[in-house]
């Protein structure tokens, strides 16, 4: 069993930098791929950024590659997500979200532990 804690989210500017964390518990932290999703309202769920279980592997959105960066610190047991020049289509509830395995997806469905997701706003 795994619980995540997301936390970091916040208002910032267009063109403002954020640091989104995923705390996790568990003893089995390093087994799990990790990955942030993001919901907007009134749109579906989308695939942010995923990394391996050794952090060695990541997988990003188009929308946010080069500008945001995906890490892990397994002796912390906590995901990052550095988000840098922030635009208003970021603004989102992010969540992040660990598989059962070792293996990382784009689809959310194969995410079996979810955080309780955090706000960003990104104003114009």
């Known amino acids: 069993q795994v619980q995540l804690l997301d936390s970091g989210g916040g208002l910032v500017q267009a063109g403002g930098s954020l640091r989104l964390s995923c705390a996790a518990s568990?003893?089995?932290?390093?087994?799990?791929?990790m990955a942030w999703f993001r919901q907007a309202p009134g749109k579906e769920r989308e695939f942010v950024a995923a990394?391996?279980?050794?952090?060695?592997?990541?997988s990003y959105a188009d929308s946010v590659k080069a500008r945001f960066t995906i890490s892990r610190d397994i002796a912390k047991n906590t995901v990052y997500l550095e988000m840098n020049s922030l635009k208003p289509e970021d603004t989102a509830v992010y969540y992040c979200?660990?598989?059962?395995?070792?293996?990382?997806?784009?689809?959310?469905?194969?995410?079996?532990?979810w955080g309780q997701g955090t706000q960003v706003t990104v104003s114009s």
């Open positions: 979200a660990a598989t059962e395995g070792s293996y990382y997806y784009r689809s959310d469905y194969e995410y079996k532990y």
């Open positions: 568990g003893r089995t932290f390093s087994s799990h791929a």
């Open positions: 990394i391996s279980r050794t952090g060695r592997g990541t």
